[in-house]
């Protein structure tokens, strides 16, 4: 190889690290004005600060939380959400929860991820913090369980279900909690869409099965982004 063809590689790779570099700067810039455009929202359209957001979470899902629960949520039962990982959904529940005149709230989660993670975590205390920062200590009650552990007996407004995703878990969950939802309550499934057919599948028995519950609003994103709420509008025979 010769110095001017040396040379030559040399400049291509510099180029290519340096186009390299700008387009991750680029994608970050992004990503922060994206954030800081959620942020702004949050404040303007909820009144809050918005939360880190973890995992699959993002600001138009958990706004659609917030809506079902103040839209259509009674006041009688309180709530009740499975699978809070870090506490930025309950953020969101606890906030709508006020304003509906929902009393309290309980986050039940193992705080440690599910088995298929694969890995050794505990994040209670992170969810502890958070609650504490939006002051809801008071308002929101963490359970540290699996979700069919508990000893459940309370009527439910609303109930949040955002646990295993595997079908079995998810029918499991609502064939635990959603006998306690009060007349007009509501459920509210993360994650219905294609890419998590356990969750999808369980909402359409339960919709089947149980003739009380109707589609009362569903927020789409795409096929990993998806969310529908159901209420109880006819008496539990």
Not at 31 to 36: A, I, K, S, Y
Request: charged share 20%.
């Amino acid at each position: 190889m010769t110095p001017n063809s040396s040379t030559s590689v040399i400049h291509r790779l510099l180029g290519a690290g340096e186009w390299r570099v700008a387009a991750l700067k680029s994608r970050a810039l992004t990503v922060h004005r994206d954030n800081l455009g959620d942020y702004a929202r949050c404040w303007l359209e909820l009144g809050f600060a918005l939360p880190s957001l973890d995992g699959m979470q993002n600001y138009m899902r958990l706004k659609f939380l917030h809506d079902c629960i103040i839209k259509f949520a009674p006041t009688s039962g309180i709530a009740v959400e499975l699978g809070c990982y870090k506490c930025s959904s309950t953020v969101f529940v606890a906030n709508a929860c006020r304003k509906a005149k929902v009393p309290h709230i309980y986050a039940i989660d193992l705080f440690t991820g599910t088995q298929s993670w694969g890995l050794r975590v505990d994040y209670q205390h992170e969810a502890q913090d958070k609650l504490a920062r939006y002051g809801l200590t008071n308002v929101v009650t963490l359970i540290r369980s699996n979700t069919l552990e508990v000893d459940w007996t309370q009527p439910i407004a609303a109930l949040h279900i955002d646990a295993d995703h595997a079908y079995e878990a998810v029918w499991a969950d609502i064939s635990k909690y959603t006998p306690f939802i009060e007349p007009n309550g509501i459920v509210v499934f993360d994650d219905y869409d294609v890419d998590h057919p356990g969750v999808t599948k369980a909402v359409h028995r339960l919709l089947v099965e149980d003739p009380s519950f109707e589609i009362a609003a569903m927020n789409y994103q795409g096929h990993e982004f998806g969310s529908v709420c159901l209420r109880r509008v006819r008496k539990i025979t």
